[in-house]
């Protein structure tokens, strides 16, 4: 019988938080070994530590999980300036006291595992820029090499960490996490890593109020990468309103788009698809629908049989839907998902009567993935069955409706209890390089 860390986190992941703890408290242990704690040291601990304190506050939380902030140009700058020993306590101080003061309700494993993964950092960051040559307290911006080295050190070991945690948390694959979310960092990290060096600098000539009036570029580094994401966060919002407004017209349509979105992305990352094509399944996949504001809701709210003429405005819609989505710009290049999410496999589908791999994958997925919900919930004209009587039929109609082979993936992931809606994420990144 096993002691379980906490409840509803996978062992994995709880034993990997536990290995990143144990390295870093012996670090933190052999660090402490290594300070000589005089009053010049003392006065640059509490400075440095208020700074990491306030930039570990402001955070800038990322779409698939984590957050970043810009304590990396501060925890840099400290690594060049003093060496690891110092920096991972001025690291871990600053994290504890700012989880205090902002009242982060999260785990108590999140901020362990970042403190955590945070002095390994320090020390690989350490251990790169002595290798090539550095000597803290001399930071010589000419002799780059061992800088870079530093730096690039620093990020990898911070990318890896948290995308194996993320991963292991989510069920996701790292390269999903790290092309959805971390990649996204790197433009973020090479500034801060500009800025970290001339904030030692600057405190090598001029001291704790050169340093202080150095927090406005950090805020402006903040403020423009918080923009982005704001921007993004607000692009995703309003294809959800927009999925939301259309399903909510039809009380059996209710939360359709947003559970064909949940279907389509796990088919797609099932077949290991490229994360940004997975992305872009899942917005279509939201959209799917969308022509519909072009037909009369009567029609398609209508109990009774629809004759030849209105079935045809009905089959309108996935063209109108096309049209729709063509001028946005992430979606422009897959139209065709929306266009030929009716089409089916032995051709007998609509608009356009595609079959085969002639037919998008992305239509494929989304085409999958709404017959099964439209299955599953029920619609005016006849009443939802059971999930497991869908499975039977999406295996019966897999080679005519269905591409086959994604039909078998389907039926597999729901046989083994995949997960269809990913977990929240359980853990969150440090700063700047630091996730």
Known sequence: MGCRLVKNLPKFAQLYIILVSLLALILLIYFYSKINLSLQTLSALIFFCLLATVTNSLKVYLSKGGYVTVTFAVTYACVLLFGAPLTAYIEVIGMVLSNIIIKDKSPWYKLLFNCGQSVICVAAAQFAYSYGGGINGNVDTLNIVPLMMSAVSFFLVNSMAITIILALVQNMSPWEIWISNLRWTFPNMFTLSLLGILMAGIYSHAGYWGVSLFFIPLLLARFIFKSYMDVREVYLNT?????????????????????????????????????????????????????????????????????????????????????????????????????????????????????????????????????????????????????????????????????????????????????????????????????
């Open 239 to 435: 294809l959800e309103a927009l999925a939301s407004a259309l399903d909510a017209k039809d009380k059996y349509t209710r939360g359709h788009s947003e559970r064909v979105a949940r279907y389509a992305v796990k088919l797609a990352r099932e077949l290991k698809l490229p994360e940004e094509q997975v992305e872009k399944i899942e917005s279509t996949a939201l959209l799917h629908d969308i022509g519909k504001i072009g037909v009369n809701a009567e029609l398609l709210s209508r109990s009774g049989k629809l004759s030849v003429r209105e079935y045809d405005i009905v089959k309108l819609h996935p063209v109108i839907g096309a049209n729709i989505i063509k001028d946005i710009h992430d979606l422009g290049s897959v139209t065709d998902y929306v266009r030929h999410h009716h089409e089916k496999y032995d051709g007998s589908g609509y608009p356009d009567n595609l079959h085969g791999e002639n037919i998008p994958l992305g239509a494929r997925i989304i085409t999958l993935a709404d017959s099964f919900d439209a299955m599953t919930s029920g619609r005016s004209y006849r009443k939802e069955v059971t999930f497991e009587e869908a499975i039977k039929e999406v295996k019966r109609c897999a080679g005519t409706h269905f591409d086959p082979l994604l039909a078998e993936v389907f039926i597999n992931c729901w046989q083994e209890k995949v997960p269809w809606i990913r977990p929240n994420s359980l853990v969150e990144v440090v700063s700047g390089a630091d996730k």
